[in-house]
């Protein structure tokens, strides 16, 4: 049958999809509009079946947050190359993700992309779409909530390639103090809250490269497993956010900081860098 040419633009205006793309649909389809889009769903999912071996290692980070500042999410959309995650489209689609999980309170990838998406599909129907009309390997790697009766503060880094969600205890008076924080946590790249959060194995790998550093340096061992502690105090001014210095005043913790400023302490954040698990 016969196919104008208004028909082939209308399909590719709703699916984004190629031209030739749009005419082979709706010739499949005996001109049927719906048909045609689902045709070319059905190829979006055989895309991505040839695409599954590919590594989509670019991307964005994008958080979504309450009114109240309670309750957050970040959200990781990968794609294969960064020309995409700056694509517009990626970007709307990776946000109103993140806005589903949010309203769901759902951090589990596989459930997430059961939820429906917009006009009755899925998000994993829609990411076979984008795959479809995009051309790359397109994916959600990780989800994460939080949820608090103090103030979360959220933070993007230049570039969404990094978000940061840091949990309060209680209100804060000035947001800078929150912004400080969650750019403490962006730039140093802290492990834990507090050091009794850091797990014991981790503890323990420090702990014997400090004494065996010191005993290649000529140190008895007994001595040797004593100044090893020192250098573990040392490890948690690094590592242990509370603990770190400031970033914008090396004289002080962040714990000091948060106190000079008669603001509550932080109970938790998550750190998501893109590519990093």
Known sequence: MSISASDVKKLRDITGAGM????????????DMDAAIEFLRKKGQKVADKRADREAKQGIVVTYISDDNQKAVALELNCETDFVARNEEFVENAEAFAKIAYENQ????????????????????????????IGEKI???????????????????????????????????DDEIGKDVAMQVAA???????????????????REIAKQQLINEGRPEHIAEKAAEGKLRRFFEERVLLEQKFVKDGSVSVSEYLKQQGAPSVRTFKRLQLGEN
């Open 106 to 133: 759902q951090d589990d990838v596989a459930a997430l992309k059961e939820l429906e998406y917009n006009g009755g599909i899925s998000i994993g129907k829609q990411l076979e779409t984008l795959i479809g009309k």
């Open 139 to 173: 994916d959600i790697s990780r989800v994460v909530l939080m949820e608090t009766e103090g103030q979360i503060v959220n933070y993007i880094h230049p570039g969404n390639q990094l978000a940061v969600l840091v949990d309060f205890e209680g209100e804060l008076k």
């Open 188 to 206: 140093m790249a802290p492990i834990a809250t507090k050091r009794d959060e850091v797990d014991t194995s981790v503890l323990d790998k420090e």
């Open 20 to 31: 030739m793309d749009c005419k082979k649909a709706l010739s499949e389809s005996g001109g």
